[in-house]
């Protein structure tokens, strides 16, 4: 096993070249560290590596995805054949190419089988799924048990912890509450804190009744009465108890109890890669389920004792919202900022990744010692981390230099502990970058761990439903097998036309998934492409059926349409291919093969033109050869009769040269001078374009760039929506 993390190779900036190999020392993650870059610039397979090499280190990996990304840290085959592979690639995919592409990938980079054998026998790998069977489920409410500790030995970190349980559970109520100046956040962290006292826990049912009659008379000097009047806390109780009462929550109170030391550690002592998966849920659940976690981590944390060297990886997806520029203060951010001052000293790294760096709090972030800077999208993201790459002591002409030559899978790094920063190109996922999973993806994943589980690990499942629920016109049932499941995940069906700039007019089907209860969110998803022949509308027997988001409703479609309207044209937009040496670009769907194969030979439209200007060139080249040669017989034309006007000198026959008889030799000479210079001139002209005709013509696809294309509303229409079940 190496000394360091095996992150890639150098690049060199000036040709792109790969120099030596890249080793991360584990101990700098110490520091924490930051991966940015836009969609496509391979940010997830470069941090998936980075896990990779910590698990390969012995060290456990605590990874909140709020993607559904991180799952494909359990896609890594031992033996890398086509059958492993199989159940996993599209269904217009070739499993044996699939896995070839895998083996050669990897033999690049100096690895193979033994080392993915390695990874997976030296780690034991969960996904876990609060608030849902999908995977193991994990009892986020087993937080308001009673904590492990006396109250009075962490009464610091244990305030954190309510703090945090209350501020997810209020948001889970739509409740904003400052947790100095809320009257509900103070009651209910006054009764959290008063049994933990006492080393009593908590249910939601006990909490909920404590609302309506609290067992202390005072709010800090105030009766409680005056401070938060009874009528208006009956308010309170309601909201929370409908909470309780929905069938949703059920499984939110099940599965296996959130431990840290048993998310790091599995019984037989590998480290555990602990995945805990918040794709499904809304946002104020995600941050809910975020923020105890943290809490939880932090509690952990900060009982262990000191060291030097990485115990711990927490590692977070996507953390775009959860933690924003003052003075915006979700749940998860002041847990966040704990670790990141203070969890260095106990061996714990953080590693935070985003495509929206806009929306980070740079001043948290300003002790990060690693920062891995990939392709950004916008000038104002590049301007963002500039900021904050020289806020930490950069050079601005080298920072601009590197990150001027990030392209795909290439990173700025830059890393306090060593001399200088350099180009990263990341190197191959041992584990199959299959994409986000869905949560049916995640249950044939996680089978058979969940048959092993205890049975109060397991949440309990529905009966099967006898048909779908009912929907609002003009929305008709349509249902699509992707992995065979059992429970069919609702997803709205669009079916559009888009044109391209220069590219004729297309019609797809795409389907986002419907979830959570604003439709705002409802193309943030992970859209699949359908095809319309594959719909069925009969639906199969024994199917279950997910929720329901509140806005598939009569009304709540007007939304639907609106958003459809104003945002698809923005999640259509597509990367081509830009050459420009010929400014031609690929079409829609043209991969660099065909594109180059379209370039060779033509060239494209400024080939085109070329050409058109060199055979202009050459016909006028050809006037001026001709011309050449005119003068030239002019000239020898002149000379011989003034050699002829001139023969009586010798022979005494002329008493005086005749003088116009050499001026007009002079002129016929100068006249071929200027003449054999414009057809020097131009056969250089003639020759510099054949050679660019010829660089136009022999594709590189090295010199192509990435572009990025959007459509213009008026180009965008959507021919109908309706509601598919993938199962």
Do not use: C
């Not at 000036?14 to 930051?34: I, N, Q, Y």
């Not at 392209?407 to 990263?424: E, G």
């Not at 250089?684 to 022999?698: F, I, P, S, Y």
């Amino acid at each position: 096993m190496a000394s360091g993390l095996y992150l890639g190779k150098e690049v060199d900036p000036a040709t792109g070249g790969l120099g030596e190999r890249v080793e991360l020392d584990p101990a700098d993650l110490l520091t924490h560290g930051l991966i940015v870059g836009m969609t496509g610039s391979g940010k997830t397979g470069l941090a998936v590596a980075l896990i990779e090499e910590v698990l390969r280190q012995g060290v456990p990996v605590l990874a909140i995805d709020p993607k559904g990304d991180l799952g494909n840290l359990l896609l890594a085959f031992e033996n890398l054949d086509a059958p492993s592979f199989a159940p996993w690639v599209g269904p217009r995919e070739s499993a044996e190419a699939t896995a070839g592409a895998w083996r050669k990938g990897l033999e690049e980079w100096g690895l193979g089988p033994a080392d993915v054998a390695a990874l997976v026998r030296g780690r034991d790998a969960v996904i876990y799924t609060p608030g849902s069977s999908a995977g193991v489920p994990l009892n986020v409410l087993q937080s308001l048990d009673a904590p492990a500790v006396p109250f009075a030995e962490a009464e610091e970190e244990l305030r954190d912890e309510i703090a945090g349980i209350v501020a997810g559970l209020l948001g889970l109520v739509q409740i904003d509450a400052d947790p100095l100046r809320s009257r509900e956040a103070i009651l209910l962290s006054t009764l959290i804190e008063g049994a933990w006292r006492e080393g009593k826990g908590l249910s939601l049912e006990s909490l909920v009744a404590s609302v309506g009659n609290p067992p202390f008379a005072k709010l800090g000097a105030l009766p409680v009465d005056s401070v938060f009047p009874a009528r208006e806390r009956e308010q309170l109780m309601m909201a929370l108890n409908n909470l309780l009462a929905s069938p949703q929550f059920e499984e939110w109170r099940e599965g296996e109890p959130m431990e840290v030391e048993r998310l790091l550690r599995a019984p037989d002592g590998r480290p555990r890669l602990s995945v805990v998966y918040t794709a499904h849920l809304s946002d104020e659940q995600r941050l809910f389920v975020t923020a105890v976690l943290l809490d939880k981590v932090k509690t952990w944390m900060r009982r262990q004792g000191g060291t030097g060297s990485l115990r711990a990886l927490v590692y977070m997806d996507e953390i775009y919202g959860y933690f924003p520029p003052h003075p915006a203060n979700p749940p998860p951010k002041r847990p966040l900022l704990t670790l990141l001052k203070q969890a260095r000293a106990q061996g714990v790294g953080v590693l935070l990744a985003t495509q929206n760096p806009v929306d980070l709090d740079y001043k948290g972030l300003g002790n990060m010692g690693v920062w891995l800077v990939g392709k950004l999208q916008t000038a104002q993201d590049r301007q963002r981390l500039r900021e904050g790459l020289l806020g930490i002591g950069m050079e601005p002409e080298t920072l601009d230099r590197l990150l001027d030559a990030t392209r795909k899978r290439v990173f700025l790094l830059h890393d306090v502990h060593r001399p200088r920063p350099l180009l990263l190109h990341s190197r191959w996922a041992l584990s199959y970058l299959r994409g986000p999973l869905t949560r049916q993806e995640i249950a044939r994943l996680t089978a058979e761990r969940r048959k092993a589980a205890p049975a109060p690990a397991r949440a309990r499942v529905a009966p099967a439903a006898a048909g779908p629920p009912p929907v609002p016109p003009p929305l008709d049932h349509h249902f699509q097998a992707r992995h065979g499941g059992e429970l069919a995940d609702p997803y709205l069906l669009v079916k559009y036309s888009v044109r391209y700039k220069g590219a004729g007019e297309e019609v797809a089907v795409r389907g986002w998934p419907l979830a959570g209860d604003d439709p705002g969110e409802l193309l943030e998803g992970e859209a699949l492409t359908l095809e319309e022949s594959d719909l069925a509308t009969t639906p199969p027997a024994g199917l279950r059926y997910g929720d329901l988001p509140p806005y598939v409703s009569a009304a709540g479609l007007k939304a639907v349409e609106r958003l459809l309207r104003e945002r698809l044209p923005d999640k259509l937009e597509i990367t081509v291919w830009y050459d420009p040496l010929t400014e031609e670009q690929s079409q829609p769907g043209e991969d660099v093969t065909a594109f180059s194969g379209r370039l060779l030979g033509d060239g494209g439209k400024v080939a085109a033109k070329l050409r058109e200007q060199l055979e202009k060139k050459r016909r006028e080249l050809a006037r001026a050869e001709s011309q050449l040669t005119g003068r030239k017989q002019e000239k020898w034309a002149a000379l011989g009769t003034a050699i002829l006007g001139n023969l009586g000198l010798f022979s005494g026959r002329r008493r005086r040269v005749s003088v116009s008889g050499a001026t007009t030799v002079l002129t016929r000479n100068r006249m071929e001078n200027d003449a054999e210079a414009r057809v020097e001139e131009l056969r250089a002209e003639v020759a510099e374009m054949d050679a660019r005709l010829a660089e136009m013509v022999m594709v590189d696809p090295a010199r192509f760039e990435e572009r990025s294309v959007r459509p213009p509303k008026s180009d965008v229409k959507v021919l109908r929506y309706d509601l598919v079940w993938i199962y």
